[in-house]
């Protein structure tokens, strides 16, 4: 594959719920271009872009997939996105280095579950969007009613650029709304010229004039001549089309049928014509590090390199493959470059275009270009590379926060280390990932975007790395916490022949308000306790902390007051005031009512607003407060405290509740008492398991 300047390569997103038919339009692209020899079929599993086998057993797509394409003298870089939300990350990765992103909505179904969540990324993402309205040609496939659909849901202007001769079993070609001309398809994709049919014509003719009054608005000049009465030429609409479409006024649109190969000729040539160039989109953006001062660098080859990576895939055989989008510069292989990120020097090995799984060398990529780099020592997903003599810092992929949490664990013990690495190779590859070890609850934690995410890394960790693993419900963080206040002396003495050990204090335990923590008071006066023993009790009374006495939960928001105690001048030690302190705390939390403290977080829900009242409804059954509500846009955003016991796999459960298009975010909040019943099952609970581990 030959260097395509800037001017020649579009880097265009597909981006659409599942089933939308996103691949199948890339492999329909790819065939028909002769970038594959064979029209790959997601149902057989011979796609180009859906080789893992995790995607050819689920036939779903799992991982960004890159599809390069020659068409007409330009590069087209299409980025195959997830359609499922639990992998939205490799979603927002291929949006953030699209110049352009086409969303696909099928004909039968219009905007459906996922639809809006899908849409939302674009909208955050700001950049032009095309919409292809896909699978033409199945049973109930209406262009106009899910053009109609669109614009209503999403509270943007759809606008078609081409309208389709029949529909379903009946579609056999489109009429060009900008040139008015008709074509009906051949088998391999291709069009030829006919006559509009004329029963089409009033149809046809409504369209035109949406399509004319929409680039008229679009452009001053044109918007004074069509006033004016005046016909705008073939070159004008086209004109107005794309600046409608840079300036995301409207959303040009147009019908295709990827398997029969009914418009994809059509469409490859609106990809060419109407979708923005790097050049298009301006200078690239960062900060000098460590700084919010801007730089700006010209998307040329010629200019300071600036580069990012945007996806890793690890290849057992090759090591870490680094996907790189080249935003100004060039890049080139052997030569060294900075990691304005990390702050480090790195040394690039070879280059290549990468389509799917197979990979072709590059001399190098230039600006405007997507590629990638093999065993990059230094740099990672989200980096920055530079020449550290102009050094610039691109703004991040904006990842999206976790909605689930599991805890993951290895029946075999030996397993363990191995489980480590391959987990940290995997959020390597998937930075929604996270998984870290709370040790106060002897668990490790995964937290990740929803439950088939989770399923699919179990089983990349057994084919991959050879481990097999299990998930239970995560362990709540339950702290304990004393509402009375009390005194209870701690005496240590043993006498075993020779020096024995002697420690006596008096401690006075308070509760204090809730998030105090933890305060040790010294009220010792006359000696009645040595100055060098003090800070042993202390220890001895923080340590007896790290497990109450309801159900061995760390205690919380308590003073401890030693004010007095006694000591032997020879059996006196730190360690026996340790104790001494520890058995003070025990005895004395045991007398003063002590309490089981549950962690409340704060839940932010955007959802519909037909939905909100089943949300509501739902956050009160688990024992929620609805803090207020607001508006962002179509959604409404619920606002609450609910405890953290109530809320596993909650992602999951508001997805079937909101038929897939609310989401959440949650952040810690406070702990509060627990009710009583409640604290009686978890306290049973935590004994029984306490009793079977000492058993075991």
């Given at each position: 594959?030959?260097?395509?300047q800037?001017?020649?390569?579009?880097?265009i997103?597909?981006v659409?719920?599942?089933?939308?038919?996103?691949?199948?339009?890339?492999?329909?692209?790819l065939?028909?271009?002769?970038a594959?020899t064979?029209?790959?079929k997601?149902e057989?599993?011979t796609t180009?872009?859906?080789?893992?086998?995790?995607?050819?057993?689920?036939?779903?797509?799992?991982?960004?997939?890159?599809?390069p394409i020659?068409w007409?003298?330009?590069k087209?870089?299409l980025?195959d996105?997830p359609?499922?939300?639990?992998?939205?990350g490799?979603?927002?990765?291929?949006?953030?280095?699209?110049?352009a992103?086409?969303f696909?909505?099928?004909?039968?179904?219009g905007?459906e579950?996922?639809?809006?969540s899908?849409w939302?990324?674009v909208?955050?993402?700001?950049?032009?969007?095309?919409?292809?309205?896909?699978?033409m040609e199945?049973e109930?496939?209406g262009f106009?009613?899910?053009l109609e659909?669109?614009?209503?849901?999403?509270?943007k202007?759809f606008?078609?650029?081409?309208?389709p001769i029949?529909e379903?079993?009946?579609?056999?070609?489109l009429?060009d709304?900008?040139?008015?001309k008709?074509?009906l398809f051949e088998?391999?994709?291709?069009?030829?010229?006919?006559?509009?049919p004329?029963?089409?014509?009033a149809e046809?003719?409504?369209?035109?004039?949406?399509?004319?009054?929409?680039?008229?608005?679009?452009d001053?000049a044109?918007?004074?001549?069509f006033l004016g009465?005046?016909?705008?030429?073939?070159e004008?609409?086209?004109?107005?089309?794309?600046?409608?479409?840079?300036?995301?006024?409207?959303?040009?649109?147009?019908?295709?049928?990827?398997?029969?190969?009914?418009?994809?000729d059509?469409?490859?040539?609106?990809?060419?014509?109407l979708?923005?160039?790097?050049l298009?989109?301006?200078?690239?953006v960062?900060?000098?590090?460590?700084?919010?001062?801007?730089v700006e660098?010209?998307?040329e080859p010629?200019?300071?390199?600036?580069?990012?990576?945007?996806?890793?895939?690890?290849?057992?055989?090759?090591?870490?493959l680094?996907?790189?989008?080249?935003?100004?510069?060039?890049?080139s292989?052997?030569?060294?470059?900075w990691n304005a990120?990390?702050?480090?020097?790195e040394?690039?090995?070879?280059?290549?275009y990468?389509l799917?799984?197979?990979?072709k060398?590059?001399?190098?990529?230039i600006?405007?270009?997507?590629?990638?780099a093999v065993?990059?020592?230094?740099s990672?997903?989200?980096?920055?590379?530079?020449?550290k003599?102009?050094p610039?810092?691109?703004?991040p992929?904006?990842f999206?926060?976790?909605?689930?949490e599991?805890?993951?664990?290895v029946?075999n013990k030996?397993?363990?280390?191995?489980m480590g690495?391959?987990?940290h190779?995997?959020r390597?590859?998937?930075?929604?990932?996270?998984?870290?070890?709370?040790?106060?609850?002897?668990?490790?934690?995964?937290?990740?975007?929803?439950?088939?995410?989770?399923?699919v890394?179990?089983?990349k960790?057994q084919?991959?790395f050879?481990?097999h693993?299990?998930l239970?419900k995560?362990?709540i963080?339950?702290?304990?916490?004393?509402?009375?206040?009390?005194?209870?002396?701690g005496?240590?003495?043993?006498?075993?022949?020779g020096r024995g050990?002697?420690g006596?204090?008096?401690?006075r335990?308070?509760?204090?308000?809730?998030?105090?923590g933890?305060?040790?008071?010294?009220?010792i006066v006359?000696g009645?306790?040595?100055r060098?023993?003090?800070?042993?009790v202390?220890?001895?009374?923080?340590?007896a902390?790290?497990?109450?006495?309801?159900a061995?939960?760390p205690?919380v928001d308590?003073r401890?007051a030693?004010?007095?105690?006694s000591?032997?001048s020879?059996?006196?030690?730190?360690?026996?005031?340790k104790?001494a302190g520890s058995?003070a705390?025990?005895e004395?939390?045991r007398e003063?009512?002590?309490?089981?403290?549950e962690?409340?977080?704060?839940?932010?829900?955007r959802v519909?607003?037909?939905?909100?009242?089943?949300?509501?409804?739902?956050?009160?059954?688990?024992?929620?407060k609805i803090?207020?509500?607001?508006?962002d846009g179509?959604?409404?955003?619920?606002?609450?405290?609910v405890?953290?016991?109530?809320?596993?796999?909650?992602?999951?459960?508001?997805?079937?509740?909101?038929?897939?298009?609310?989401?959440?975010?949650?952040?810690?909040?406070h702990y509060?008492?627990i009710?009583r019943e409640?604290?009686?099952?978890?306290v049973?609970q935590?004994?029984?398991?306490?009793?079977?581990?000492?058993s075991?």
């Open positions: 594959m030959k260097d395509h800037p001017a020649n390569i579009r880097n997103a597909l659409s719920p599942h089933g939308t038919g996103k691949t199948s339009l890339a492999e329909s692209f065939f028909r271009a002769k594959t064979r029209h790959g997601v057989e599993g180009a872009l859906d080789f893992s086998p995790e995607e050819v057993h689920r036939k779903i797509t799992i991982s960004l997939g890159i599809a020659e007409r003298d330009t087209v870089n980025l996105t359609g499922y939300s639990d992998f939205v490799d979603m927002v990765a291929g949006l953030r280095v699209a110049d992103a086409v696909c909505i099928k004909a039968s179904a905007i579950a996922g639809s809006e899908a939302d990324r909208e955050e993402r700001g950049c032009p969007v095309l919409c292809l309205v896909t699978q199945r109930h496939a106009s009613k899910a659909g669109a614009s209503g849901r999403l509270g202007r606008v078609a650029t081409a309208w029949g379903a079993d009946k579609f056999r070609g009429v709304l900008v040139s008015m008709a074509y088998k391999d994709g291709s069009a030829m010229e006919a006559p509009i004329p029963e089409l014509e046809v003719q409504k369209a035109r004039g949406a399509l004319v009054d929409a680039a008229a608005e679009a001053d044109l918007l004074e001549k009465g005046e016909e705008l030429s073939t004008e609409v086209r004109r107005g089309i794309r600046g409608g479409l840079l300036q995301k006024s409207f959303v040009p649109a147009l019908p295709v049928a990827a398997y029969p190969m009914m418009g994809i059509h469409v490859l040539d609106t990809f060419v014509w979708m923005p160039s790097p298009d989109c301006g200078p690239v960062g900060t000098k590090p460590g700084t919010e001062e801007k660098f010209k998307p010629s200019s300071h390199l600036a580069a990012l990576i945007f996806k890793t895939s690890s290849e057992t055989h090759a090591g870490d680094s996907m790189i989008r080249v935003f100004a510069g060039t890049l292989p052997g030569k060294e470059v990120s990390a702050q480090r020097a040394k690039t090995g070879q280059l290549f990468v799917g799984k197979e990979r060398d590059a001399g190098q990529i600006a405007g270009d997507i590629g990638a065993k990059l020592r230094e990672h997903t989200g980096q920055t590379l530079c020449d003599s102009a610039i810092l691109l703004p992929i904006p999206p926060h976790h909605e689930l599991v805890a993951i664990f029946k030996a397993d363990e280390e191995k690495s391959g987990l190779k995997l390597e590859e998937d930075p929604t990932l996270h998984v870290h070890v709370d040790s106060s609850l002897h668990q490790t934690l995964l937290q990740g975007t929803g439950d088939l995410q989770v399923d890394i179990i089983e960790l084919r991959r050879g481990v693993v299990e239970m995560p362990r963080p339950y702290r304990e916490t004393i509402r009375k206040s009390v005194s209870k002396q005496r240590h003495k043993k006498q075993t022949g050990q002697f006596d204090v008096h401690v335990l308070e509760p204090l308000k809730s998030g105090s933890f305060e040790f008071v010294d009220e006359g009645a306790v040595p060098n023993y003090i800070p042993a202390e220890k001895g009374i923080v340590e902390m790290h497990e109450g006495v309801l061995g939960y205690v308590v401890a030693l004010y007095d105690g000591y032997h020879v059996d006196s030690s730190e360690m026996a005031f104790i058995l705390f025990k004395g939390a003063a009512g002590p309490v089981l403290l962690p409340i977080v704060e839940i932010e829900v519909p607003k037909d939905f909100v009242g089943a949300v509501t409804g739902d956050l009160s059954s688990k024992r929620g803090l207020g509500m607001g508006t179509r959604y409404e955003v619920i606002r609450a405290q405890p953290q016991a109530e809320l596993y796999k909650y992602s999951t459960h508001l997805r079937s509740l909101t038929q897939g298009r609310a989401s959440h975010k949650t952040k810690f909040s509060e008492e009710p409640l604290a009686e099952k978890v049973s935590a004994r029984a398991e306490k009793e079977a581990m000492a075991a």
